[in-house]
């Protein structure tokens, strides 16, 4: 078990930000993934960000690019939300799994990782 515990959520306004953070205790291994999710009502988890121990880091979501970065530091990692617009609205979460050899990037499907944080929800307002 990998606890994972997700802070920073909350509600603001269209053009603000918020930065979330995740502690992943039990960490010591260097080959990791880690990834942020998101889940608005209705619809399925998607990947926002993901990052391997190395630092490469992957956004497979068109609609955050430019505006979100993924970061880490040591076992806490790090969603950096800017120019938030309403349709960013949804519950996110954080993932671990151990990163497998040959994977370069660390993949987005939500299906792919073991280790869920509870989740912190995100509000934007227009």
């Known amino acids: 078990q990998v606890p994972l515990v997700e802070s920073g959520g909350g509600s603001v306004q269209a053009g603000g930000s918020l930065r979330l953070s995740c502690a992943a205790s039990g960490y010591t291994d260097s080959g990791y993934c880690m990834g942020w999710f998101r889940q608005a009502p209705g619809k399925e988890r998607e990947g926002v960000a993901t990052i391997t121990s190395g630092g490469r880091m992957l956004y497979p979501t068109d609609s955050v690019k430019g505006r979100f970065t993924i970061s880490k530091d040591n076992a806490k990692f790090y969603l950096q939300m800017n120019s938030l617009k309403p349709e960013d609205t949804a519950m996110y979460y954080c993932?671990?799994?151990?990163?497998?050899?040959?994977?370069?990037?660390?993949?987005?499907?939500?299906?792919?990782?073991?280790?869920w944080g509870q989740g912190t929800q995100v509000t934007v307002s227009s």
């Open positions: 993932a671990a799994r151990p990163r497998l050899g040959w994977e370069y990037y660390c993949p987005s499907g939500a299906n792919l990782y073991n280790y």
